[in-house]
């Protein structure tokens, strides 16, 4: 006798294995995320810092220090200022 399968049968057994790819693959991107979020991650946050704090030095010597400390200023300005204000509260 022929057998068909019925549709919800024929789903669970498409899925398998996708479900046995991620038993396999989740783990792998967790490690590996964890590792760069380690090793990487904080150079490039240190990088970051050093920059900027070359260019608020630039801007000192160039502009004076008032419009250092406002150029100091302007990262705070832009997540909490007005434009993101609506996400925050």
Not at 50 to 73: I, W
């Amino acid at each position: 006798m022929h057998r068909q399968l019925d549709p919800p049968r024929a789903l669970h057994i498409l899925h398998l294995p996708i479900r046995a790819m991620r038993v396999i693959t989740d783990p792998v991107v967790d490690i590996a995320t964890f590792i760069l979020s380690r090793s990487i991650l904080p150079v490039f946050y240190v990088t970051l810092d050093l920059l900027f704090r070359l260019a608020l030095f630039g801007v000192d010597k160039l502009a004076g220090s008032p419009t250092a400390a406002a150029a100091a200023e302007l990262p705070h300005l832009l997540v909490c200022g007005p434009l993101f204000y609506h996400i925050l509260f």
